[in-house]
């Protein structure tokens, strides 16, 4: 079925993430721009539109419980020991280890393995 159609050999996880994306985008763009967190970025380059400009904030490990309960948007925050799934990766990581971006003028809070596959908060279980 995937040459009949000219897909790639993984088109799951190609086509789940630039769908999500483009939500995202269109959500964002509805949104007027956040302000931004008090720490350095580094520019990153974004991985599924390299149009996007994307930076990597280096938050320190003292401050990363408070930004995880400010940016977490489900009730239950999760520990920064827990062990949880980043189901677009389709592996564990410590949540001390989440990563903030800043992207279309807002902050988001992703898996360690953002940069590969895409994984942000609402992928994590």
């Known amino acids: 079925m995937a040459k009949k159609y000219g897909l790639k050999s993984k088109p799951g996880k190609i086509s789940r993430y630039n ?4 939500n995202k985008r269109t959500s964002a763009s509805a949104l007027r721009e956040q302000p931004r967190l008090p720490y350095p970025t580094v520019p990153r380059k974004h991985p599924g539109n390299p149009a996007i400009k994307s930076e ?3 938050i320190p490990e003292s401050d990363k419980g408070k930004i995880l ?3 977490c948007p489900f009730r239950d925050v999760p520990k920064l020991s827990a062990k949880l799934l980043d189901i677009e990766e389709n592996k564990r990581f410590v949540v001390k ?3 903030v971006v800043r992207e279309l003028g807002r902050d988001w809070l992703v898996s360690p393995y953002y940069y590969s596959s ?3 908060v609402i992928d994590w279980w």
């Open 19 to 22: 769908g999500r994306m483009k």
């Open 69 to 71: 309960k400010e940016l």
């Open 118 to 120: 895409g994984g942000t």
């Open 56 to 58: 990597e904030y280096i």
């Open 97 to 99: 280890d989440f990563k």
